[in-house]
């Protein structure tokens, strides 16, 4: 079946430090990768979108910049939150598609990241 | 934009009555893929349904939903609410066919007592 692996799964960084985080699809081809931010008490917002053979593209409120997103191959995407602070907590997911058009994403378990 | 309501943000019932949790959603495409998915405590979220076909019933673990484009909405039932349903619910879009984004409800929080 359709696996989505996260690491790590919860991370305390200092205010002002980046993290990395990863995702790995097992068991498919992850055509897209999505990140989503979950804080607290709220929604999934998405961060942004990659897609094979397309740009990254960011929502709005989340730029390249602060979150830099590396997509080099099917199975594996990573994204780091630079410079991260407390509004940057939350529990953040990603979100692999296979096939084409409005297909199923399936989601990782996440990475809880807290910022002291 | 597209964009998923969810009117109950907690919704709370004994067990052993029904449930039925409300999504409402807009889109400019026309052919949007509806979804819900269940969240338990310190999980990620999990499909519970998806459809995409108009006026067609689908079922999952006892949960149903009818796509009904006429009224952009696709709410979620169950006859008999157990215990172990209690859980948050997202009802989430999909409408764009090139672009694999998903837009979420703010979900609602189904609390379900003995």
């Known amino acids: 079946g359709a696996l989505v692996y996260q690491y790590p799964r919860r991370t305390i960084c200092k205010s002002g430090t980046s993290m990395r985080m990863e995702c790995q699809a097992v068991?498919?081809?992850?055509?897209?990768v999505a990140w989503y931010r979950q804080s607290p008490q709220k929604t999934f917002e998405l961060i942004a979108l990659?897609?094979?053979?397309?740009?990254?593209?960011?929502e709005q409120n989340f730029t390249q910049e602060k979150f830099p997103i590396s997509h080099p191959n099917l199975s594996f995407s990573s994204m780091t939150v630079l410079n991260a602070y407390l509004e940057d907590r939350g529990l953040y997911l990603c979100?692999?598609?296979?096939?084409?058009?409005?297909?199923?994403?399936?989601f990782g378990p996440g990475t809880r990241l807290l910022v002291l | 934009g597209d964009s998923v309501t969810q009117t109950e943000g907690l919704v709370t019932l004994t067990e052993g009555l029904p449930v039925m949790l409300n999504c409402t959603y807009q889109?400019?495409?026309?052919?949007?893929?509806l979804f819900w998915y269940v969240q338990h405590l310190n999980e990620s979220p999990r499909l519970l349904l998806k459809?995409?076909?108009?006026?067609k019933r689908t079922e999952h673990q006892g949960f149903h939903a009818t796509l009904h484009k006429s009224s952009s909405s696709f709410h979620l039932q169950k006859s008999s609410a157990q215990l172990s349903d209690s859980a948050l619910y997202y009802c989430?879009?999909?409408?764009?066919?090139?672009?694999?984004?998903?837009?979420f409800g703010k979900g609602t929080h189904l609390h379900v007592l003995p």
């Open positions: 989430a879009l999909s409408g764009d066919t090139n672009a694999y984004k998903v837009i």
């Open positions: 990659s897609t094979v053979n397309s740009a990254i593209k960011y």
């Open positions: 459809s995409f076909t108009d006026n």
């Open positions: 889109t400019i495409y026309s052919n949007p893929f």
């Open positions: 068991g498919f081809q992850a055509t897209s």
């Open positions: 979100g692999a598609s296979v096939g084409q058009g409005q297909d199923t994403q399936y």
